[in-house]
């Protein structure tokens, strides 16, 4: 089970931390990602970390503005936002994969966390 929390509401500019609390599975053991969704648009990846936090990928939208990390032994990976966009509104989803790379493609991943609302008004 994956539990994804942080999300809310901030100002253009504005900044905000996601987490990921991962339960029910060797979290070690697994990539985890960030995607988001947002209305009436398909799900997008966001950033990728592999199982030892070595391997990072962001998309190009979030480049530079984005940190994804993980902590093992608190089975949790985080989303640092800095510098939102009204264009970065949208549900940010958790997902773990079983593959031994950081996958950035969404079929990739095996357990998806319910989602958290992020909106960033202008």
């Known amino acids: 089970q994956l539990q994804a929390s942080g999300g809310g509401l901030v100002q253009a500019g504005g900044s905000l931390r996601l987490s990921c609390a991962a339960s029910?599975?060797?979290?070690?053991?697994?990539?985890m990602g960030w995607f988001r969704q947002a209305p009436g648009k398909e799900r997008e990846f966001v950033a990728t970390?592999?199982?030892?936090?070595?391997?990072?990928y962001y998309a190009d939208s979030v480049k530079g503005r984005v940190t994804i990390s993980r902590d093992n032994a608190k089975s949790t990976v985080y989303l640092q936002m800095n510098s939102l966009k009204p264009e970065d509104t949208a549900v940010y989803y958790c997902a773990a994969s079983r593959v031994t790379w950081a996958a950035q493609a969404m079929g990739f991943y095996d357990y998806w966390g319910q989602g958290t609302q992020v909106t960033v008004s202008s």
């Open positions: 970390i592999s199982w030892s936090g070595a391997t990072i």
């Open positions: 029910g599975l060797t979290f070690s053991n697994y990539v």
